[in-house]
């Protein structure tokens, strides 16, 4: 069983929007800690954005473009992008961690989804 199930992802031209859905099917969203990172090949997985009990926390490059979100009855979160921009281009992964203080490192979570891709023209 795949703990953590993203969707949403896609080709899209520069400016547009996107919405990156994660489903979780281990972690309650109401008491843990889920978070979007993003990776292109040859670089480190990059933090973009956590949610949880102690709120939300986005990393410098989201600049006011990116919203998460969750909702602990479907135990599902989200990521609205807009403005996307060509280096928004990546594999987007749903990370979670059965604890509720926020983190922004790879290594802080535990459980990981597949990765959706989102790529972004000029």
């Known amino acids: 069983q795949v703990p953590l199930v993203e969707s949403g992802g896609g080709l899209v031209q520069t400016g547009d929007s996107l919405m990156l859905s994660c489903v979780s099917s281990?972690?309650?969203?109401?008491?843990?800690?889920l978070g979007w990172f993003r990776q292109v090949p040859g670089k480190d997985r990059e933090f973009v954005a956590t949610?949880?009990?102690?709120?939300?926390r986005y990393a410098e490059f989201v600049e006011g473009r990116f919203t998460i979100s969750r909702d602990v009855h479907r135990n599902t979160i989200w990521l609205q992008m807009n403005d996307l921009k060509p280096e928004d281009t990546a594999i987007y992964y749903c990370?979670?961690?059965?604890?509720?203080?926020?983190?922004?490192?790879?290594?802080?979570?535990?459980?990981w989804g597949q990765g959706t891709q989102v790529t972004v023209s000029s």
């Open positions: 990370a979670g961690r059965d604890l509720s203080n926020l983190a922004q490192e790879a290594g802080a979570y535990d459980y």
């Open positions: 281990v972690l309650p969203v109401s008491s843990s800690t």
């Open positions: 949610i949880g009990w102690a709120g939300s």
